[in-house]
């Protein structure tokens, strides 16, 4: 079967082709890929190409398909595996594979296993650790953003408390403590924002800061304060650029208490040092933001480490029992993804999209890996009453949906190279 894929040779070396599949193997799946949605991560991995740690040290010889938050439907299942997985069922994959012994992963490693294209191979590590996973959600779109929310989950859960008087730890975040997002508005800051109002554990008050007040006001729209209210939290957003002393200010929030969960969004030394300034006694730091530079450093607080019990921790993805919560909470409806995406794209401008990625402002870029299409933002379409996928999106306040979804895969022009 050809295929039509975004494959990297090297350090920004991203090329659109199509090429010949091999038959599967009797331990391999063939499958559709139907959404991708872009992650920081790959554009890190562009930029970095055979250096990265996924990244196969001959991959301008044996290139890469990118792409890891993917959803598609299941093709053709080889021997070993036709008790578990069926032709026709939806799927997403745990690209987290955490291999014992080496670091590959969907999107960085494998040859034909990557969200970036129309069809792929899944390479047996996806399902020898139980990686791929059956989705039944109404559009594929979610089924793309269900990776990113597992990551969230995960970090939440790595937070951890001293049960008093022991050494002991109680996993997860505090329930009715107080939480901040430093530097949350960008998807993934969007995505932990929705899980903190309607995942497992609640906080009393959660915090969200960034720098530009154009996003603030974006991203309190997405989740205003009464949305918080419901889920019994108070919702703040601060824009510490306004802020002379902005750990000062935040501490102010919570009566000088401090905080007890602190989650960085952004690999920015000004930030960590921030959270650290601002935990609370037997409070935990989550450094989400994965860092570029090997040497990042910032400066911590030892002595609240050793006297007041401060925890650090760094989460880099989710694992499957993640995936599977997240799974459920987009299927059951109770987080709504739909608010993250914030421009859609055919296979054709992935490329671009990918190397571009932190310049373009929004929230997730989600590829439709059969069409081609240029990039659009949501407002742009929203803008152009010329549109056909104007009204749908109007309809929907502004926010992607199936029912546009639907539209672009009956519609839009099929990609061709």
């Known amino acids: 079967m050809k295929t039509t894929g975004l494959r990297m040779y090297g350090q920004k070396d991203l090329r659109l082709e199509t090429f010949e599949l091999p038959e599967i193997k009797d331990d391999e799946i063939l499958a559709s890929v139907v959404t991708d949605s872009l992650c920081m991560s790959s554009w890190k991995a562009a930029n970095q190409g055979e250096n990265h740690k996924k990244v196969p040290d001959n991959v301008a010889e044996n290139p890469i398909l990118l792409g890891h938050e993917f959803c598609g439907e299941i093709l053709e299942v080889g021997s070993k595996w036709q008790g578990k997985y069926k032709k026709g069922e939806k799927y997403v994959v745990q690209a987290n594979l955490q291999l014992k012994d080496r670091p590959d992963c969907p999107g960085y490693t494998f ?54 008087g022991t050494y002991d730890h109680e996993m997860g975040i505090k329930k009715d403590g107080n939480l901040i997002i430093l530097g949350g508005t960008g998807p993934m800051g969007y995505l932990a924002i ?24 974006l991203v309190e729209k997405l989740y205003p304060k009464e949305e918080g209210k419901k889920a019994g939290v108070e919702l703040i ?62 400066a911590i607080n030892f002595y609240d480490i050793h006297y007041r019990y401060t925890h650090y921790v760094g989460t880099s993805g989710g694992n499957t029992e ?72 109007k309809k929907y306040d502004g926010l992607w949906s199936k029912e546009a979804e639907d539209y672009v895969l009956a519609n839009e022009k099929e990609i061709q190279v």
């Open 111 to 164: 040859p034909y296993t990557g969200g970036d294209a129309t069809y792929i191979i899944l390479a047996k590590e996806v399902m020898e650790q139980d990686c791929l996973l059956e989705y039944n959600g109404e559009s594929y779109f979610e089924g793309s953003l269900i990776e990113p929310l597992s990551c969230v989950i995960g970090a939440f859960k790595a937070n951890y408390h001293l049960i008093q």
């Open 194 to 217: 929705d899980y903190a109002l309607h995942g497992p554990i609640q906080p009393k008050k959660l915090v969200v800061t960034g720098r530009s007040q154009e996003k603030i006001d």
């Open 237 to 298: 957003y601060v824009n510490t650029g306004e802020e002379e002393n902005p750990a000062d200010a935040l501490n102010q929030l919570v009566a000088g208490n401090g905080y007890d969960d602190v989650f960085v969004f952004a690999p920015v030394q000004q930030l960590v040092e921030q959270g650290s300034a601002i935990l609370a006694t037997d409070g935990c730091f989550n450094f989400f933001a994965g860092p570029q530079n090997t040497d990042f450093k910032a």
């Open 322 to 393: 993640d995936m599977r919560e997240a799974v459920k909470l987009i299927e059951e409806k109770k987080v709504n993804v739909q608010k993250i995406v914030s421009h859609v794209l055919g296979l054709n401008d992935a490329k671009k999209t990918t190397l571009q990625l932190p310049d373009i402002p929004g929230g997730k870029k989600l590829i439709y890996t059969h069409k081609d299409m240029p990039i659009k933002s949501l407002d742009e379409i929203m803008k152009d009453t010329s549109n056909p996928l104007h009204e749908i999106v």
